[in-house]
């Protein structure tokens, strides 16, 4: 199955902070390389991300045997985003990192911090849907890593048949179906606040509602002219996170929970829906490969069953910093991530969990249920819309923090919209957006 993306997607932005960190090693397809060049890459410390890293980086070695690929891990959520810009501003970033597209990416300074790949040959397999976000002025800065992905719900099959549930449509049908799963004693919505970035599902995943209902919004919010706190449909996402919460429908230690506790819940049937990014899914498949077509996947409900949209992710970028002394090295490794041997490499390591964006690459017949959930809403553009941080360059860094409030019963939904907004006019006014200032 091939994914030909149909949508030119804009260029954005997004928010970092700053930390000290201790960064683990690991070299990958060998023990070292006395005879030729060893490059270091730095990539989250999620098990997914590493698996696949390593996978790359042996199967690179083995067709470049001069050069061996050194891996390092950072975290993720704010204290990740803190040392990837920490590293750049002291010069002392890996040779190759990744990082994500989007809002983040333009935050990095990437102008001034990161080598262009404009005209390298390699960049003709990139997608041009992928383009736009590793954008800055008149250059691109990275290659995609990953596939494609989803803010959606992934969700236990097993339970929703136990219990004759049918896929929600709308908000009213998955709040019917969370009580139905509380009653028969399953934790209806997992949350994991533990891990406090995926506390923000609610309102991301649920911005292809928002398109859906006012198609204007991210060019309006870029320009100062709409609000989360104010718009009718934006702060939705905001009310059914203190909805669920009143409900009582999260597990009762949502707060101590983890990511990976939260995936093994899922994958045991101990919990039945978890609002995720869907790139929890390799990770599903290493930890829980006999549980993996058990979980399917459908988009956060909104309003209209007749739209019911998907919000989608694109993938995470490779980018060289400009502080490496390994260039051309460094250069080759990103035009085998960027190829379909590339592409390869990950299937087998972690399976793919959407759409590659890089030409020539498959998908094999086998992907994951909730995949194949996935693909019908990537394959019609009219079903599914980019995240916000793919379309604006408007994204404040305490959203995660703003979230779990909400969801904890500490902070209303109209007052966490509107100190995330506040929040946001903060972030545009150091990006000197017009209209902010």
């Not at 990275?142 to 136990?162: C, F, H, I, Q």
């Not at 599903?284 to 549980?291: E, F, G, T």
């Not at 739209?307 to 085998?336: I, Q, R």
């Not at 399976?351 to 590659?356: H, V």
């Amino acid at each position: 199955m091939t994914f030909t993306p149909k949508r030119r997607w804009p260029a954005i932005a997004g928010s970092v902070t700053a930390a000290a960190l201790v960064l683990t090693g690991c070299s990958a397809g060998g023990s070292g390389n006395s005879d030729g060049k060893t490059i270091t890459w730095l990539v989250d410390n999620t098990e997914n991300t590493i698996t696949y890293a390593e996978k790359l980086a042996e199967d690179f070695h083995a067709a470049n045997p001069d050069i061996t690929v050194e891996i390092e891990t950072r975290p993720q959520g704010g204290d990740g985003d803190n040392i990837v810009k920490t590293r750049l501003a002291t010069g002392d970033m890996a040779d190759v990192f990744s990082y994500n597209t989007g809002s983040l990416f333009q935050q990095i300074n990437p102008e001034q911090n990161l080598i262009p790949l404009t005209g390298e040959p390699f960049m003709d397999n990139v997608s041009e849907s992928f383009t736009p976000v590793v954008t800055a002025g008149d250059n691109a800065y990275g290659v995609p890593v990953g596939t494609g992905s989803a803010g959606a719900v992934l969700y236990n099959k097993k339970v929703y048949e136990e219990l004759g549930l049918s896929v929600p449509k709308t908000w009213d049908e998955f709040m019917e179906n969370s009580r139905k799963i509380k009653e028969s004693g399953t934790a209806a919505i997992i949350q994991s606040y533990q891990t406090t970035w995926t506390s923000q599902l609610f309102v991301l995943g649920d911005f292809a509602n928002v398109a859906a209902a006012n198609p204007t919004f991210a060019e309006d919010y870029t320009a100062n002219k709409v609000k989360y706190a104010t718009d009718p449909a934006a702060v939705k996402g905001f009310e059914h996170l203190e909805e669920a919460y009143k409900a009582g429908l999260f597990n009762d230690d949502f707060a101590s929970t983890t990511y990976p506790q939260a995936l093994e819940r899922l994958a045991n049937g101990e919990g039945a829906q978890y609002p995720i990014l869907s790139f929890a899914l390799p990770e599903l498949k290493v930890s829980y490969p006999d549980q993996l077509n058990d979980i399917g996947l459908f988009p956060l409900p909104g309003d209209d069953p007749a739209k019911n949209p998907l919000t989608v992710w694109l993938p995470g970028g490779v980018y060289l910093p400009k502080s490496t002394e390994n260039v051309e090295e460094a250069k080759k490794f990103l035009a085998f991530i960027a190829s379909s041997e590339g592409c390869e490499s990950q299937t087998e390591a972690v399976g793919a969990n959407g759409p590659y964006l890089v030409e020539g690459c498959d998908l094999p017949d086998d992907v994951p249920t909730a995949v194949k959930d996935m693909l019908p809403y990537f394959e019609d553009e009219t079903r599914n819309s980019p995240a916000l941080e793919f379309l604006s360059p408007v994204k404040g860094p305490a959203l995660e923090q703003i979230t779990v409030e909400v969801g904890s019963g500490i902070r209303s939904a109209k007052d966490g919209a509107a100190l995330y907004d506040a929040d946001v006019t903060k972030q545009a006014k150091q990006l000197n957006l017009p209209g902010w200032n």
